[in-house]
Nanobody
């Protein structure tokens, strides 16, 4: 059974940093594309970025490119979303997801609020 558990969200000020974690079970983060999405109030869920399997690199939405970095820890079987220079428009619930054996699995999400 695939399970994804996000953590690390919180309330921060503009310009601050946060690191979100996505602890996985039932899949190996090293052999899966690990995705990050976010959903702001009243908006549709949007793609943030992904880390590709087999060390094939990362992809990011234009809105976060240069500020956010996705990585993974093979030993901990965990993916990370490092968010720097946070802006109020980054406020959202952040989700990790993985496509595995024909199904898309999602975590429960973690709230990030950027406000002064």
């Amino acid at each position: 059974q695939v399970q994804l558990v996000e953590s690390g969200g919180g309330l921060v000020q503009p310009g601050d940093s946060l690191r979100l974690s996505c602890a996985a079970s039932g899949i190996m983060v090293g052999t899966s594309h690990m995705n990050w999405f976010r959903q702001a109030p009243g908006k549709e869920r949007e793609f943030v970025g992904r880390i590709l399997n087999g060390g094939a690199g990362t992809e990011y939405a234009d809105s976060v490119k240069g500020r956010f970095t996705i990585s993974r820890d093979y030993a901990k079987n965990t993916a990370y979303l490092q968010m720097n220079s946070l802006k109020p428009e980054d406020t959202a619930i952040y989700y990790c997801s993985v496509f595995f054996r024909g199904n898309m699995y999602w975590g429960q999400g973690t709230q990030v609020t950027v406000s002064s």
